[in-house]
């Protein structure tokens, strides 16, 4: 079992920045593809970005190409979204994933491919 806690959401004005971090347990969830995540209100829960076990390939949805960035740090099993030049329309809950196909080389971008969650972090990008 893996459990996901993600942490880093606020307030931020349009323009500015912030970092996202999930904390991930579990033995193996360092050979799992990690994913972000967002739910707007009202909205269908969409990818953000992904990254694979090896901090290789990654894929991020297009509204946040060159503005959002995914890492990951295995030793201390620890996942991050930096996430720069927010715009209001990037308001949502951002939720982490995991999926648990140990030492993938896909990065899915649909949410039935994950089979953890976090709880989620909120993330408001003011005008």
């Known amino acids: 079992q893996v459990q996901l806690v993600e942490s880093g959401g606020g307030l931020v004005q349009a323009g500015g920045s912030l970092r996202l971090s999930c904390a991930a347990s579990?033995?193996?969830?360092?050979?799992?593809?990690m994913g972000w995540f967002r739910q707007a209100p009202e909205k269908e829960r969409e990818f953000v970005a992904g990254?694979?076990?090896?901090?290789?390939?990654?894929r991020y949805t297009d509204s946040v190409k060159g503005r959002f960035t995914i890492s990951r740090d295995n030793a201390k099993k620890m996942v991050y979204l930096q996430m720069n030049s927010l715009k209001p329309e990037d308001t949502a809950v951002y939720y982490c994933a995991a999926d648990r196909r140990s030492f993938g080389t896909v990065v899915g971008i649909t949410a039935d491919r994950y089979d953890y969650w976090g709880q989620g972090t909120q993330v408001t990008v003011s005008s």
């Open positions: 579990g033995r193996t969830s360092s050979s799992y593809t």
């Open positions: 990254i694979n076990w090896s901090g290789g390939p990654t």
